[in-house]
């Protein structure tokens, strides 16, 4: 079976859960790791008033002990503060009515309408609960589990914010040598970039849409240095790695669009000037001098980082509401607004790490596959030495 997790739990419910199965014994986390990275998903400028009240925390409930996974299910909760609020409204027994927290406005862009249609509900509450991005919160904590594993074999994954709104900012080309600098100005960052002359442009875009009841999405890259060559496969196209990491960057609720590597610019260009070409030399091994790519050929990992751009539509929840139907009376009216976010950009790219780590951390234990650390160190130190040895392969 390969790696693979599952979450539940309402917005304004009790908390949220996770459940991460197969992962191998042996894998030093402690919940620390984990609420660090609860943590980073909480920050960035432009979060509404929910992540004042909310200081997520991890109980690990199952699956690690003494500090290490045990190789079975890893359980998880993560209990919503707010909830001491919602008790009466969110209750699973009898609910007690509070008019004013029934939706019957979907909010245009959300899933409040077309989730009503298809599950039956007069109250689009009961969608809007489970439709929150409250929800990647126990992504992330999974995230961080998986990354736990990479670093094993120092493979790390890292995120930058590219733009927000109309406002592009200065990426940095991530490789083995500045990754380190890359993650800690982008934490220090509140807007989790790395080209801070644009930060106070964002921000007062952001204040700007705040301002004027409107909302902004924006983009931002998230990669995978240290990585081998080998993970993903041509032969299937449910294997080729760039589709994995397409559809679960695209699952990020609010991500519209996604490019490996400069996907979009590629696409305008002729071929020699796209395709990234192959040199060899006695002290690199073989090499590439660029990688437009993203680290991907085939829907093969090609030992160069990976890389990928996700795009993210502007938050649906407006204060200054657009119009929607009341389908109490069936009059036209504005939408119904929930405590929201003006611009949640630098939380999506906490959440499209996770996600990467996720593929990758899956597509690694399907090729390096064994029930414990120690079982795939020796699989995979096998694999290092056989590229080194038939390709000369220097870089992991
Ligand atoms: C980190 C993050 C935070 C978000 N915060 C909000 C929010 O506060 N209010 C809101 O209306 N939508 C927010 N969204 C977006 C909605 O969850 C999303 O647009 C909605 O679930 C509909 O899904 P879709 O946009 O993929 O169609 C957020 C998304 C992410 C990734």
């Known amino acids: 079976?390969?790696?693979?997790?599952?979450?539940?739990?309402?917005?304004?419910?009790?908390?949220?859960?996770?459940i991460v199965e197969q992962m191998p014994a042996?894998?030093?986390?402690?919940?620390?790791?984990?609420?660090?990275e609860l943590q980073r998903r909480q920050k960035g400028y432009?979060?509404?008033?929910?992540?004042?009240?909310?200081?997520?925390?991890v109980e690990v409930f199952s699956g690690i002990r003494n500090g290490y996974s045990l190789g079975s299910p890893i359980a998880y909760l993560i209990r919503n503060q707010d909830f001491e609020n919602w008790q009466e409204i969110m209750a699973a027994g009898e609910c007690k009515r509070h008019e004013e927290k029934v939706l019957n406005r979907p909010r245009p862009g959300h899933a409040d309408l077309a989730g009503a249609m298809k599950y039956n509900q007069a109250d689009m509450r009961n969608i809007l609960e489970r439709a929150s991005a409250r929800e990647t919160a126990a992504r992330v904590a999974a995230g961080a589990i998986f990354k736990k594993l990479l670093e094993s074999f120092n493979i790390r994954v890292y995120s930058q914010v590219k733009s927000i709104g109309p406002v592009q900012a200065k990426t940095w080309q991530v490789n083995e040598q500045n990754w380190q600098d890359l993650l800690e100005k982008v934490d220090e960052s509140p807007l989790h970039l790395v080209d801070t002359e644009k930060e106070s442009l964002m921000m007062e875009a952001i204040d700007q849409a705040r301002a004027k009841g409107e909302s902004l999405g924006g983009s931002f890259e998230v990669g995978v240095i240290g990585m081998p060559p080998g993970l993903g496969s041509h032969t299937s196209w449910e294997s080729r790695l760039d589709s994995q990491i397409s559809a679960l960057l695209m699952s990020i609720p609010a991500i519209k669009a996604v490019e490996i590597g400069e996907?979009?610019?590629?696409?305008?260009?002729?071929?020699s000037?796209?395709?990234?070409?192959?040199?060899?030399?006695?002290?690199?091994g073989l090499h590439r001098k660029s990688n437009r790519a993203g680290g991907?050929?085939?829907?093969?990992?090609?030992?160069e980082t990976v890389w990928a751009r996700a795009y993210m539509k502007p938050i649906p929840t407006l204060y200054k509401p657009l119009t929607s139907v009341n389908t109490k009376s069936w009059q036209e009216e504005k939408a119904d607004i929930e405590r929201s976010d003006i611009c949640a950009v630098p939380a999506a790219a906490i959440v499209g790490e996770s996600m990467l780590a996720f593929v990758i951390a899956r597509a690694f234990l399907e090729k390096f596959s064994g029930d414990s650390l120690d079982?795939?160190?020796?699989?995979?130190?096998?694999?290092?030495?056989y590229l080194k040895r038939v390709w000369k392969w220097e870089k992991i």
Do not use: C
């Not at 079976?1 to 996770?18: A, D, N, P, V, Y």
């Not at 079982?375 to 030495?385: D, F, L, N, P, W």
């Open 1 to 18: 079976m390969l790696l693979r997790f599952i979450t539940s739990g309402e917005s304004h419910g009790k908390g949220l859960i996770g």
């Open 26 to 36: 042996g894998v030093e986390i402690g919940e620390e790791d984990i609420n660090r």
């Open 46 to 57: 432009g979060r509404g008033g929910r992540m004042k009240i909310e200081s997520d925390r």
């Open 263 to 271: 996907g979009i610019a590629n696409s305008a260009k002729p071929g």
């Open 273 to 284: 000037r796209v395709h990234d070409e192959i040199f060899y030399n006695e002290e690199e």
């Open 296 to 303: 991907i050929e085939g829907g093969i990992s090609n030992g």
């Open 375 to 385: 079982e795939i160190r020796k699989s995979y130190s096998v694999y290092q030495a």
